[in-house]
């Protein structure tokens, strides 16, 4: 699992797994570059990220702004090795309150923006090279009010399951990495005043005793990009401390 002077890419790497995934990238000496919408939030992740890095502002979900973004990327590195593809959002919206906007805000970054990303790095990659999608364990058992957001997951296992046959012989591999539930500041605001509480349901549930943390949802994403992965494609991994299991 060495990542030395490999080029990878983390979008919405300026916060919580994103970060947290672009920090073992860097650590394992890649050349990482992050995306986010908000500058500001990008240089302050750089400080974390060591003297390989460099941050790009863009919007995964506007196609000008992936364009721009991978012509940079070219620019600066001639190719890209790992793709992680983590740019993406969530909101509670039972049956009943949800609205056109709600739909178009959660669907247009985590499956839009998916697609024309993975779609926009693939001319960038070589054989060996490895694109990781960040799901949910939502794809399969959302819970109530994450309808939307977990159909958006699970339209990104039907996509991969698709694409690996579009890319086939090309040396590319596509899989998703499914965490549950990770103690980031974005899942506490999410779940707002009642976050404690839901925090120890979800980790009662787990086989484990506990939650995910960030780093540890950083080492799988780096397992299914490197060599040691190199025979697994098409697979929708779930780290989740087993919840999904029982």
């Known amino acids: 699992m060495s990542f030395q002077d490999k080029v ?23 050349r990482v570059v992050i995306t986010g919408r908000r500058q500001e939030a990008l240089d302050e992740a750089l400080s974390s990220l060591g003297d390989n890095a460099v941050a790009i502002a863009a919007d995964v979900a506007n ?10 990327i070219e620019s600066l590195h ?26 178009d805000r959660i669907f247009n970054p985590n499956v839009k923006g998916v697609t024309f990303t993975v779609q926009g790095a693939l001319p960038l990659m070589p054989r060996g090279s490895s694109i990781v999608i960040i799901g949910s364990t939502a ?8 309808s939307v957001y977990g159909a958006t997951k699970a339209a990104l296992r039907a996509m991969v399951r698709s694409w690996i046959l579009d890319i086939k012989g090309s040396g590319v591999r596509i899989n998703l990495l499914s965490p549950g539930p990770v103690d980031t500041q974005s899942l506490r605001s999410m779940l707002a005043d009642d976050a ?9 549930k787990s086989t484990l005793g506990r939650i995910g943390e960030a780093h540890e949802i950083g080492k799988a994403a780096a397992f299914l990009a490197s060599d040691a992965s190199s025979y697994i494609n098409g697979v929708e991994l779930f780290a989740d401390g087993g919840a999904s299991q029982v």
């Open 8 to 30: 990878v890419l983390v979008t919405g790497g300026s916060s919580g797994l994103g970060l947290a995934i672009a920090q073992e990238f860097a650590e394992q000496g890649a």
């Open 63 to 72: 196609t000008s702004d992936l364009a721009s973004l991978f012509s940079r």
């Open 78 to 103: 001639g190719r890209l090795d790992v793709l992680i593809a983590n740019a993406g959002t969530g909101e509670i919206t039972p049956l009943g309150t949800i609205t056109e906007a709600t739909f």
């Open 139 to 146: 794809s399969m058992n959302p819970g109530p009010g994450l």
């Open 196 to 204: 404690e509480q839901i925090i120890q349901a979800f980790s009662e």
